[in-house]
């Protein structure tokens, strides 16, 4: 049966890729079960996948800000808490892993490498970083050194852009400063997720690398994953927008990872239930009704792509502000069957954007002096992307 193994950890080959803003404790605990019913129905009694939590920054947890211990709290039911952690500064970095160990607070540690957004890239981060090999050497080594164990990973892109690749350098640097697994999205920073990812690039990483390669871009679907899985070797798969408004993608995902034809197809009632589900778990997890509904809003829309709705339903559902209301609006709409327009690729694909990096940034593959000194500045300390 396909399997991941990270460090000490063996779970189903699917992970659940931090999002910012969409992978929270009650986003997470939705893919989780839908996963578990996915084991159910093939038979595996092992742990159904890896579900990330979203991006937090380092600087932002060493400060304790009191939002990104919010959002570093696990899914009650998980059982491997999985945190992705945005750094650019050494010492910082490892200081973050260095609490998460110490307190306790994760099974598995991810560092965000691939971010392509403006405002992280402009300051050398995210999908920038890896053209600073002796940048990101310190950074991978400093979170290896203080891992305690815990198994970190590495997710990133293919580079820059086409004449600006990194992702076999990292690799390289990544496997030999003891990274358990690395993830590649098969876009450059300036694709954004524009065109279509190049799985070249993944079977390219699987050849290089000695440790497990996962695969992200472009999954919408069992068969999708199960095409990457054939076209790259890889040793998982690692899916983002194909989730959102669907956490039942995970029951197809795991259940075909292990044999199982069988596939979700949930009615409009189903999907109502998963929203005040959902709806459930953001309060738990907020604490505050209000906070909760609008948090929930941005995920109403993506549930109900492809359902007969009318757009008057849709604008009442994007303003709710209680548990009731929210029912209450659900229950006006008639049950329908699963329909097809629901399924599909996900998300704002978009344009190649222009690429966004400090000054000189390309110059050299090496930190200069001047951007060396630049660098803590760059640490930013608001989680979320």
Known sequence: MPELTIGPLTVTDVVLAPMAGVTNPPFRRLCREAGEQGARQAG?????????????????????????????EPDPGDPIRSIQLYGVEPKTVGAAVNMLVDEDRADHIDLNFGCPVPKVTRRGGGAA???????????????????????????????IDAYHETYRDAGRIAQDAGI????????????????????????TLVEDLDIPVLGNGDLFSADDARAMREHTGCAGIVVGRGCQGRPWIFTDLVADSHGSTVRARPTFRDVAATIHRHAEYSIEHFGDELRAMRELRKHITWYLRGFSVGGERRRDLALVTTLAELDERLADIPDQDYPDAADGPRGRAGTEKRPHLPEFWLDSRQLSAEQQLKIQAAEVNISGG
């Open 44 to 72: 595996y009694d092992g742990i159904s996948g890896l579900y990330v939590c979203e991006m937090v920054t380092t600087r932002a947890l060493v400060e304790r800000h009191p939002e990104t211990l919010r959002m570093i």
């Open 129 to 159: 970083l890896p053209w600073k090999l002796d940048l990101f050497e310190s950074i991978v080594s400093a979170a290896v050194a203080n891992s305690g164990g815990i198994p970190i990973t590495v997710k990133t892109r293919v580079g």
């Open 180 to 203: 358990a697994a690395m993830s590649l999205h098969g876009r450059t920073m300036t694709q954004h997720y524009a065109g279509r990812a190049d799985w070249d690039t993944i079977a």
